[in-house]
């Protein structure tokens, strides 16, 4: 708290509000590809992505998804016995599929023993009414969270970065899936080409209008293998990478346009020291937040501040 004011709405404190305890999402991969890779959309998939970023080793999808969470819960048990868990849907687009496929898929995940929940990732271009109709039904008897990717509010940067959809069907399905009584996040990157400081700040406060229970932000970060590091490579005046201050100043500013009501789920995007071309921080997650909180109370600040 400062003056009164909780520096910002953090997850664990909104998980808090579900569950007694100690809560750990497990990723899994369970297989699936996106509509912009596999032709439907395009090919090639969004410029940035390369999901061995977000992968944890325990997650390959050779493995069923009882066997990815029976690892996961193997590995952090040993330090935490009386830990729940969340299944965690993450590489790729996972409503991307045939409705039994997935129905048969979640609820595999819900059947393995200490799993008290789902978050999905996915797309907002990959979200049918049938598909809603049976997550409406299934948060009636879990814990579930739809977290889409957003990623930019300018239509203008997710043509450049072949994202395959615009802000307006994000804005839609954000509002179709919170309408069913759903959780619903949002998942942005800060600093994609085209994106300005400027840019950002008003994307703020289209996100803040959204109807979502929770957001991430991640950086942007150059990863090898990827179009956008060739592209780097051939235009780095087209980039503008951030430092650790920079960064910082930005996402102060960012969240005092988000309403204190949406929970935060992280700031920063950790990928592995081998796939990182740019920045490299150096820097661990918490060690990140804990340089913000710090900025925050410097600047006598906090989440909402500018729109509430």
């Keep these: ?46 410029t940035y992505c390369n999901n061995q970023t977000f992968s ?62 789902l978050v999905i990732g996915t797309r907002p271009d990959c979200m049918p009414d ?6 409406e039904q299934l948060r009636k008897r879990t814990f579930l969270i739809v977290e889409y990717g957003i990623e930019s509010a300018s239509d203008e940067t997710l043509l450049r970065i072949n994202r395959g959809h615009d802000f307006a069907t994000a804005v839609s399905t954000i509002r179709r899936t919170k309408s069913r009584g759903i959780l619903t996040g949002g998942h942005l990157i800060l600093g994609l080409p085209g994106d300005s400081r400027d840019k950002l700040l008003q994307q703020a406060a289209l996100i803040g209008e959204l109807p979502l229970d929770l957001i991430k932000l991640h950086q942007l970060q150059l990863i090898r293998g990827t179009r956008m590091a060739h ?30 009501h949406i929970a935060i789920e992280r700031f920063v995007s950790q990928s592995p020291r081998s796939l990182l071309i740019a920045p490299d921080w ?7 937040v804990e340089l913000l909180k710090r900025r925050m109370i410097e600047r006598d600040t906090w989440q ?5």
């Design 1 to 46: 708290m400062h003056n009164g004011h909780r520096l910002y709405y953090d997850f664990a404190s909104f998980l808090k509000h579900y569950f007694e305890g100690k809560v750990q999402k497990i990723s899994v991969h369970a297989g699936f590809t996106c509509p912009n890779r596999d032709g439907s959309k395009g090919v090639g998939g969004c």
């Design 56 to 117: 944890p080793g325990y997650c390959h999808p050779t493995l069923s998804v009882r066997e990815q969470l029976s690892d996961g819960i193997r590995f952090f048990s040993r330090k935490y016995p009386s830990m729940r868990y969340l299944a965690y849907f993450q590489a790729y687009t996972n409503t991307y599929g045939e409705l039994e496929q997935l129905k048969a898929m979640y609820e595999e995940a819900l059947s393995v023993d200490g799993v008290v929940g």
């Design 130 to 135: 049938v598909l809603l109709d049976y997550l």
């Design 231 to 260: 592209e780097f490579n051939e235009h780095p005046e087209h980039f503008h990478l951030f430092s650790v201050e920079e960064y910082i100043e930005l996402v102060i500013d960012y969240i005092e346009r988000i309403p204190s």
């Design 282 to 288: 150096g820097l661990k997650n918490y060690q990140y």
């Design 304 to 308: 909402g501040r500018l729109c509430e």
